[in-house]
Structures are given as C-alpha cells and as structure tokens.
C-alpha cells in the first residue's frame, strides 16, 4: 500500500513539473513560436493550458485524497490510543512530510502521556497507601479518642472522688509550693486545727508548727529528702489555734507537673490518741514483763522472806509506786504483822510505826472486796484504825488495800501507796501480785510443811540406822552440814545448798538394807563382805526414787562413793559424768569417816585426815572441792 501511494505521488508529481515547465516554456518562446508559427502556437499555447489546469487539479485532488486518507489513519490510531491508552511503537508514514511530522508529534505526546500516566499510576498508587495508611490512623485516632474520651471521663471521676476525698478525708490535706508557703487547706484544719482555711492558707508552713518544733524543722531540708528518697513522713508537735499543742503524724508527697507551681502536698494526721494508746500499749507490756519477771522469782524463792521481798520490791522499784507493805494475819493476834516493807515514802524515820497496829477489824476490810478499795489518803486512818493519824499523809495522794483471802477466810493485806491517782491499768498488776504473792506464799508454807514432815520422818529413818551402830551416829548430820558449808563457799544456790542437806542426811540411806553382822563388823571385810557394801548406794536410789525426791539430790546418794578419776563404784563414772553434788557429797562423807571412829579402826587425827585429802586429790576427790575443804578446816569452820 505504501509503495503504490509512493508511486501514484511520483507520477503527479512528474505530470505537474511537466505542465509547469510547459507553460513556461511556452510563454518565454511565445515570439519564437509566433514567428515561426504563429498560427500553431496559439492553438498549441491554448491548449496547453487547460491541459496543464487538469493535471495540476489532478494533483491537488489526488494530493488531498492521499492527504485525508493519511490524516484518518493518524486519526484512527490516535482514537485507539486514546481508548485503549497504546502507543505508537512506530510513527504511522505516509506520503506527506507535515503528515509524518504530525504523527511523530503524536508518538512524542503518546510517549509524554505514556510516562505521565505511569507517573500518574504511580502516584495514585503511592496516593491509594497513603489513604490506606491515613485510614488506619484515622481508625486509630478515632480508637484513640474513645479511648482519650473514655480516659478523660475516669479522671474527671477520679478527680471528683479524690475532690469529694479531699474534702471529707479526716486528716488536713495541705499544698505547698517552693517557698513553704501553703497554697491549699483541706476543711479539716477546722476540725484538728480549730483554724479555718483562709487563716493558714498563704502563710508559711511553720506558722502551724509548736514552738517547741519549730527550730527543728526546716523546709529546704525536707524538699532534700523527698528530691533524694520520695516520700517522707515526720512525727511533730502542731499548735492550734489556742497553741496548744497536737501530735501529728505528717507524709509529704512531691507534686509533679501542677499548674499552680504547688511544689508539696501534706497529709496531716492527728495521732495524739494513737500515741496515747501505744503509750498504754507500751506500758501494759512492760508491766506484764514485770509480773513475768515477779512469777519467775517466786517460783525460785525457797523461803518467805524472799517472797515478800519480791513482792514489795517490785511494787516500788519496778513498777514505781510511792511506797509498799505486805501484811500476815496471826489468828493469834489482834493486829495484822508486817512481814516486808519497801518505798521510797518509808525513807523518813517513823513513817512504818504508823502501819504497825491495822486491826484485822478495820472497817475498810470489812467488804470482803476481792478486788481492793481504794482510798484517798485522808481516808487512810479512819477505815483502817491505825496507831495514829498520818503525818504528811499529803505526801502520797491515794492508797490501794487488797484483803488477801484463802477460803474465805482472811490471810494477809497488800497495801500500795501512790503519789497521783491510780488508773485501771495499775490496779490490775497490783491485784494480780497481790493474788499471785497469796499463792505463792500458801504453797511455800504448805512446801515447808511437807519438807518439815519429810525431814522428820527422815530423821526418824537415819535414826533407825544409827541407832544399830553407835559409832556412825551422828554422821549422816555430821556430812549434811560439811556439804552445806562447801556449797556456800563455792556459791551455789540456796535451792542447789538445800538439795545438798537433804543428799547429806540421805547418802547413807541404802545401809538398812546391810545385814548387821557386815555393818559391825570388827575386823577386815572379806571380799564378798565389801562387794555387798558396794551395794548400798543402789539400795539407797531403790528406796529414794519413788519419793519424788529431785534428780541432783538422787545422784549425790547414788555417786557419792564414785571417783575423780573413774575408780569408784558402783558405775565407775568420771568427774565429767558426775557434776559437783557427788563429788561433794564424797568429800564430806570421807573426812567425817577418816575422823570418827569405826569398829574395825580408831578415828585418825585431824592432821592425817588433812593429809589423806591431800594426797588422793585429783585421783579419788576433786581438786577443787578438796582446796575450799581445806579452806574451811583452816578456817575453823568445819570442826
């Protein structure tokens, strides 16, 4: 197709330039034509013409045929690009220059628009994520905002709870800013205080401080230590209104981010009666750390006297009262007796004759109160006949009186006296002595009843003994006494000195079970003789076992012929297995023998007894209990 458009433009192309050149020619040799033949070359020159019209209208029509026919192929692919969005991969040729240019015209904008449309794409696509990307974030702004909105409505509650807290919290909740100065006052300043809000608002803290605190506290040091080490509480005297003064607990919180550039919030917090309480707290359990103490004591007391010194030692040197007095009732007597005293209002000459003569009929015991009276110190001598009227009575202020009672039946007075008032608290740790001081004093009479009854029979016991050898009476007593004067010197308790006495009387016990003819002998004893000797000891624990008789008085009797080197009988114990008590017992039992005499001996003399002792120290006796032995003989004690 191309190459029959190149071939019909060439033919009109060639078929013009010859009708111009014609035309031309014509017209330059028109007077050569006319000469020559003129008549011919008017006809040839009038024909030329129309003819050279004709191709040359030829070749416009054929020109602009070829011309629409390109122009409609530019203008189909243009609609296909347009429609379909192609491209001219190669420009449309036709058989005119303007018409190529056109195309390539068009394959340039086709290009342009190519490139700009993918530019386009991509752009809308980067367009399309960013949508997507502001779609999410508007979902999570949106989330977000629900989530702020929701935020927003639990502080609004919680400010109005913490407003509504604030408000009605008992303790003063203050603000504070850098300088001290208070910003904010809770209404409970009124109530703690007595001072109202605006009366302490913009004043420095320390104008609400007592006088006696005041030079204690410093602001600046305290916003240290918050800075340092975050909340900090502080116990301190405030002052109200009337400046007295008010114990408070204070916690100081730092405030971060305030718009009023409030620096400090104080939680203020009465704590006058909480410190009351644990004052009286503190105060029950030292006195109920010294009835525990007082309860030790007299279950270790062995005597009396002890016990009522305990008794009235602790009313006035523990507990602190003014002055103490513990009476006993004699149903012989008409006065109650005074047993023990103590105080500091006894120091003055003459104060304790005027307890002397309390009769056990005084209108003030005649209640029966379990519990006590108390009485005011005019009181005193009226309820109680004393011997007379009290001098400086004003000296103590009241006086608690307790009727000791067993049975019913009237057993002793406690009578305390105190400087102040006495409180509730104090009467019940006196009750409970009072009472405790009753029983302890019942049992240890009853106690030193059935010892009294114990060692009588006893005594009838070793004496049942003696009385078979007239050489070894005496002796058991003899031993017992030795053995006490040891443990006295040594320092041993009064308890472990007694269980001694008891072991001393007792050590010898096991020999009634000894048939005679061995225990009287005369001469040497056989081997069989001293093997049944070796015996009573054993004998002696059989028969002191079911007595209830304590476990160191038990092992004095069973050991007391075993030795400091482990020779002895009848177990062969050494001194680490047999304590002092043996050892002792030992001792004593053998001085007394060396120095009586028996009826295969005479008695040996004081010196060689000495002597003895010395030698067989550390091998049969102890060393230490032959050195203070020794002590004593040189002494004189022991006789």
Known sequence: MQ???KRKSRIIIVCVVFSLFWAVFSLLKADFIWELYNKHAIRGFILSVPIASILIIYYFV????????????????????????????????????????????????????????????????????????????????????????????????????????????????????????????????KDILSFRRPDIVGRPFKFIIHDSCADSFSFDALIMDIEKGGEQRINILLRRKDNTAIQTEIKFNAIIDSPNNDCVQAIIRDVTEQKHMENTLRQNNHRLEILNRFSHKLASAMELSDIYRTSVNTVTNELGFYGCIYFLMDKSERFYKIMEYSGEY??????????????????????????????????????????????????????????????????????????????????????????????AVENTMHLIESKNNFVQTIDALIAAIEAKDQYTRGHSQRVSSIAVKIADRIGMTKQQAEELRIAGILHDIGKIGISDRILLKKGPLTKEEYEIIKKHPAISNRILYPIGLSDRILKAVAFHHERFDGKGYPFGLTNESLGLEPQIIAVADA?????????????????????????????????????VMLQLLEEREII
């Open 346 to 439: 006894f120091n003055k000459a003459g104060r304790i004759d005027q307890f002397l003569y309390i009769n056990r009929n005084a209108k003030a015991l005649s209640y029966n109160d379990y519990d006590g009276i108390i009485l005011d110190y005019e009181q005193v001598p009226k309820y109680l006949v004393m011997n007379d009227s009290i001098e400086d009575a004003s000296c103590y202020r009241q006086a608690y009186i307790q009727q000791l009672r067993v049975g019913g039946h009237a057993s002793g007075l406690f009578i305390v006296l105190n400087k102040s008032f006495f409180i509730e608290e104090e009467l019940n740790i006196l009750r409970s002595i009072g009472h405790t001081t009753l029983v």
């Open 591 to 627: 001085y007394d023998a060396m120095t009586s005499s028996r009826p295969y001996r005479g008695a040996l003399s004081y010196e060689n007894a000495i002597s003895e002792l010395k030698n067989n120290k550390g091998s049969q006796f102890h060393p230490g209990i032959v050195n």
């Open 62 to 189: 054929t020109y602009i045929r070829f011309l629409n026919n390109d122009l409609k192929k530019s203008n189909r692919y243009i609609r296909k690009i347009i429609e379909e969005n192609d491209t001219l991969k190669e420009p449309v040729e036709s058989s005119f220059p303007v018409v190529d240019s056109i195309n390539r015209s068009i394959a340039e904008l086709s290009e342009i628009r190519l490139r700009q449309l993918s530019e386009l794409n991509h752009k809308t696509a980067q367009l399309n994520e960013k949508n997507t990307e502001l779609n999410d974030a508007y979902m999570q702004l949106e989330s977000s905002f629900g989530q702020l909105q929701a935020a927003l409505e639990q502080l609004n509650d919680s400010e109005k709870r913490y407003h509504s807290l604030v408000i009605n919290i008992p303790d003063i909740v203050l603000t504070l800013d850098k300088q001290g100065i208070i910003t904010y006052a809770s209404r409970a300043c």
């Open 3 to 5: 190459r029959k458009n």
